[in-house]
């Protein structure tokens, strides 16, 4: 007996070329902006000031997008005078259709710009899908949150999500936030408001400029944190708060996990240009020292995958055969043959090959 052969369901030739699903999303958004085949989209219907430099949006989304995990990071779609640029921000899920998107504005940051200056209700904004490590974590323990500048996002979301279940009724959770002024403090009343709900919630912001300037993070904040070697320790914020705070809390808590959204700059003796072998590809490249090697390769036209470009998503990664690379977050130095190397925070310090 022969099997029935399974037969083709009849706009399934619609979604077998790109071409095609381009135009099925084409019409599909005649009638409503929200609705693709394919695509994960949302639609701004709210935006206020979350700061005075941050942008918040609340976004309606449509039913291929991802919540993922409080504390992760989507990829953000957003096209700015005809050119598509790719971002990454951390959201935080409001209810079962919407999220909020926070964004620092950056001089001369094309994205944040357009969200904070352009971006207007009833404008789409199409996503990626969700990665990242610092989730809520499984263990009921003490948790400390530490916040640098755009760095509060994620914990923003986190504790959206805690302060949801009963957990926040019996984990201790500590926020502390640096900004440089009072202006810059995002979701302070919101903090405030947790913080009387809960009364194993605690936070502090440290104002860094200004006449009375409080101190960036140091040993002081470390000493005062009640149980340390009993906490999950998280950190977010520009390269040299995340190293920092690996410095002072990796080995003494009992779990550390830090994000950095920038790079440290390359040391003074990062200078000159050494060669990368792309053992794939059969190519031969000059790249300079201290440059991450994901933006030497595209100065030179070769596009390698990528995504968050912050070192989190993994996109990026390839086999490193032989050479010396230097991590542009943490500065540590990898000489080893053979490990996976993110092309976007490390830079080559001698000749390499990699898998490419
Ligand atoms: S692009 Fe995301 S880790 Fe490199």
């Given amino acids: ?15 077998e070329s790109v071409v095609d699903l381009n135009a099925v999303n084409f019409w599909l958004q005649k009638f409503n902006p929200l609705w693709s085949s394919n695509q994960a989209l949302g639609k701004v219907v709210q ?4 700061a005075a430099d941050m942008v918040s949006l609340t976004l309606q989304v449509n039913r291929h997008f991802k919540f993922g995990q409080a504390g ?6 957003i096209t700015v005078d005809g050119v598509r640029y790719e971002r990454t921000y951390s959201l935080t899920q409001l209810d079962r259709q919407h999220v909020l998107l926070s964004a620092k504005k950056v001089t001369a940051g094309k994205a944040s710009t357009w969200l904070a200056e352009q971006a207007k209700a009833g404008d789409i904004i199409e996503f990626g899908l969700p990665f990242g490590e610092m989730a809520v974590p499984a263990q009921n323990g003490p948790l400390v949150l530490l916040a640098a500048g755009s760095g509060i996002t994620p914990m923003f979301s986190l504790l959206k ?13 500590q926020l502390l936030y640096w900004v440089k002024h009072h202006e810059d403090a995002a979701f302070k009343v919101h903090f405030e ?11 502090k912001i440290f104002y860094t400029q200004g006449a009375e300037a409080d101190a960036r993070l140091n040993q002081a904040h470390a000493s005062q944190i009640a149980d340390l070697a009993g906490s999950t320790v998280y950190a977010c914020g520009p390269a040299g708060f995340a190293a920092k705070a690996e410095e002072l809390f990796a080995q003494s808590a009992q779990a550390f996990q830090s994000e ?10 990062d200078i000159g240009f050494v060669n990368v072998t792309l053992a794939k590809s059969k190519k031969v490249v000059s790249i ?9 390769l595209e100065q030179q036209n070769i ?10 998503c993994n996109k990026c990664v390839c086999k490193k055969s032989e050479g010396t690379t230097r991590n542009l977050v943490n500065g540590a130095q990898h000489a080893e043959p053979g490990n996976l190397l993110k092309l976007c925070v490390n830079s080559a310090q001698t000749d390499l090959i990699i898998d490419l």
Avoid: Y
């Fill in 193 to 203: 408001r947790l913080a009387e709900l809960h009364e194993n919630f605690t936070f």
């Fill in 288 to 296: 300079p020292k201290g440059q991450s090697i994901l933006v030497s």
């Fill in 72 to 77: 992760q990071h989507h990829p953000v779609f």
């Fill in 161 to 173: 999500a805690l302060s949801k279940t009963d957990q926040m009724r019996t984990q201790p959770v």
């Fill in 1 to 15: 007996m022969r099997a029935l052969q399974k037969t083709k369901q009849p706009f399934s030739f619609f979604t």
């Fill in 303 to 312: 596009k390698p995958e990528h995504g968050c470009r912050m070192g989190i």
């Fill in 260 to 269: 950095a959204f920038s790079m440290n700059l390359a040391p003074v003796d």
């Fill in 47 to 50: 935006k206020e000031m979350a």
